[in-house]
């Protein structure tokens, strides 16, 4: 198994940034994916940002173009840089690593992030 822990959530003003961390410890024979989804009171649970083996990374159309997945492999960390937040960014934010071959899938315990002025 692995260990998530994110951090880097807080109160920001809306036109505000914010960085998010992951750091991951474990065994982790490889990952397919990492990613970052949130969920805030009364929706769903929504991926807004993912990173793929070959470098492919994919984007919520709600966060495209202000948010930023990338990874740290020396560190272990997964970051997830958030610019021009808006109101409607405010949630839970969770990170997830996936190793389909290993069926490792595992969540860290979430940062809230709260937009507002």
């Known amino acids: 198994q692995v260990q998530l822990v994110e951090s880097g959530g807080g109160l920001v003003q809306p036109g505000g940034s914010l960085r998010l961390s992951c750091e991951y410890s474990?065994?982790?024979?490889?990952?397919?994916?990492v990613a970052w989804h949130r969920q805030a009171p009364g929706n769903e649970r929504e991926l807004v940002a993912a990173?793929?083996?070959?470098?492919?990374?994919k984007y919520a159309e709600s966060v495209e173009g202000r948010f930023t997945i990338s990874r740290d492999n020396a560190m272990s960390t997964v970051y997830l840089q958030m610019n021009s937040l808006k109101p409607e960014d405010t949630a839970v934010y969770y990170c997830?690593?996936?190793?389909?071959?290993?069926?490792?899938?595992?969540w860290g315990q979430g940062t809230l992030v709260t937009v507002s002025p």
């Open positions: 990173s793929f083996t070959g470098g492919q990374k």
């Open positions: 474990g065994s982790i024979p490889g990952i397919n994916v």
């Open positions: 997830n690593l996936r190793d389909f071959s290993n069926k490792l899938d595992a």
